[in-house]
C-alpha cells in the first residue's frame, strides 16, 4: 500500500476579494497550507481558514511568501538570506498565534510562488528559510520540491523534509517548474494530471516537458483550490488513489 499527504494551498481571500473554495475543498485533503498575509490573507481570513481546518480534523501549515498582494505573490525578489529569515519568521509566528487560539500545532511550511521556486534553486535563499523554521520551531515540516535545494538545505540542517510534487504542473528536465508564463506549463487535462501523479508516486518519475523521464519522489501531492475545478478535481483525485491502491495520510505520519 501506497501513502501519500493531499496539501492544498488555502486562506488566499482578502477583504472583500474572495479566492478558492476553502470550506469544500479542507474535508478532502490532509493538510491545509494557510496564507500568512503577505502574498494573501489577512487576519480575519486566517482565523476562519484555521477554524475549518480544525472542525475538518486537518493538519495546518505555514504557507509565508513575498511581501507582494498586489502579485500574488509570483514575482521574484531580490532579497537577502537574512531578509529571508525575517520574513518567514514574522509569518510563521503570525499563523502560530491563531493556531494557538484554536488549540492547534503547525505542522509544517511550505513557502509560496516565487519564494517557493526560487528557494528550489538558490541553495542561500533556501538556508535563510530553513534557518527561520529552526528557530522557530525544529519539530516543523518542511515541505518542498522534490530534488530542490529546499529540500537539500532543510535535510543539511537536521529539520524534518518532506517531498512534494504538483498535479497540475509541468516539470523542467533539472526537477524544477515550468514557469506559468510558458506553453505547456499547467496540466489542464484532468486523466492526465491524475495519471501522471500516480506515476510520480508509484514509479517515482514523471515525464519533463522535454519528453525526458525524471526521478522524483513524492511524500505530498499539491492540488490549487484557487481554479474552477478545483473541488471536481480533489473529489476525482481522492477516486482514483483508492482505486490505484494510494492511502492518504498527513505528513506528520511519513516524517
Known amino acids: 500500500m501506497y501513502r501519500v499527504d ?3 494551498d488555502l486562506g488566499e481571500s482578502f477583504g472583500r476579494y474572495t479566492l478558492g473554495m476553502d470550506e469544500r475543498v479542507i474535508p478532502l485533503i490532509t493538510s491545509a497550507n494557510i496564507a500568512c498575509g503577505y502574498h494573501a490573507s489577512d487576519p480575519v481570513v486566517m482565523a476562519k481558514t484555521v477554524s475549518l481546518a480544525k472542525e475538518a480534523g486537518i493538519r495546518v501549515g505555514a504557507h509565508p511568501g513575498f ?6 505573490g509570483r514575482r521574484n525578489m531580490a532579497v537577502t538570506s537574512q531578509e529571508a529569515r525575517a520574513y518567514v519568521l514574522y509569518q510563521l509566528g503570525a499563523l502560530e498565534g491563531f493556531c494557538r487560539s484554536a488549540g492547534l500545532k503547525l505542522q509544517h511550511v511550505k513557502p509560496h510562488g516565487a519564494l517557493y521556486n526560487m528557494a528550489a534553486k538558490d541553495y542561500e535563499l533556501a538556508r535563510g528559510i530553513c534557518q527561520a523554521i529552526a528557530e522557530f520551531d525544529k519539530e516543523l515540516i518542511v515541505l518542498a520540491l522534490s530534488g530542490g535545494q529546499l529540500a537539500h538545505a532543510a535535510q543539511e540542517m537536521g529539520l524534518r523534509t518532506a517531498l512534494e510534487v504538483f498535479a497540475d504542473r509541468a516539470y ?10 510558458k506553453p505547456g506549463a499547467m496540466i489542464t487535462d484532468e486523466e492526465e494530471a491524475i495519471a ?3 506515476r510520480m508516486i508509484k514509479d517515482q518519475t514523471v515525464r519533463a516537458i522535454t519528453g525526458k523521464d525524471i526521478a522524483i519522489r513524492a511524500d505530498s501531492i499539491c492540488v490549487h483550490g484557487d481554479g474552477e475545478k478545483a473541488l471536481a478535481f480533489v473529489e476525482r483525485i481522492r477516486q482514483a488513489f483508492g482505486e490505484a491502491g494510494i492511502s492518504l495520510c498527513p505528513l506528520e505520519k511519513l516524517c
Do not use: A, H, K
Open 67 to 72: 511581501p507582494d498582494l498586489m502579485g500574488f
Open 172 to 181: 523542467e528536465e533539472d526537477g524544477t517548474l515550468v514557469g506559468r508564463g
Open 196 to 198: 501522471r501523479v500516480i
Open 6 to 8: 493531499l496539501n492544498s
